[in-house]
């Protein structure tokens, strides 16, 4: 996949969602009101591993995966870390993210919707990763493979 591709272009995110197995979701929430609960269910609903990552909810279980403080506390491997945070947690992501970029097998930064910091982004791809911003993998992934369709 071509790390610098426009992440606008349908081809890039459908590579990235069929690439993906698993995905570090930060932000999290247990709150059935919250956008990250919904986009965390269907994707679990579609075949997606999704690990919660979230300090208030760590060591508790959210939808049968157990939820973590932080992305180096993950002891599994995960493709994708998907960012539903404030955008000025962003800068902090990245930073815990890249030295996990070897160990955890990360190949992809996806931030949702309202996400955007082309600073991080940079930094990120530099380091190797394939970016998007401003995207909800639910929607895109609805979009592009149909609401019912498993990966």
Aim: hydrophobic fraction near 45%; glycine fraction near 8%.
């Amino acid at each position: 996949m071509n790390k610098q591709a426009d992440d606008t272009d349908d081809a890039f995110i459908r590579d990235i969602l069929r690439d993906t197995s698993t995905i570090a979701m930060i932000g999290a929430s247990a709150k059935p009101g919250r956008a990250s609960n919904s986009v965390m269910r269907y994707l679990q609903d579609v075949g997606y591993r999704v690990i919660p990552v979230n300090p208030g909810l760590a060591g508790q279980e959210l939808f049968g995966e157990r939820a973590y403080d932080s992305l180096r506390e993950i002891p599994e491997r995960f493709e994708l870390v998907d960012v539903f945070r404030r955008v000025d947690a962003v800068p902090g992501i990245v930073d815990e993210l890249l030295p996990l970029i070897g160990p955890k097998g990360v190949r992809y930064l996806w931030m949702q919707l309202d996400i955007v910091d082309d600073i991080a982004a940079e930094r990120a791809r530099e380091a190797g990763l394939a970016v998007a911003m401003d995207r909800c993998l639910k929607i895109e992934h609805v979009r592009l493979f149909g609401q019912a369709a498993a990966k």
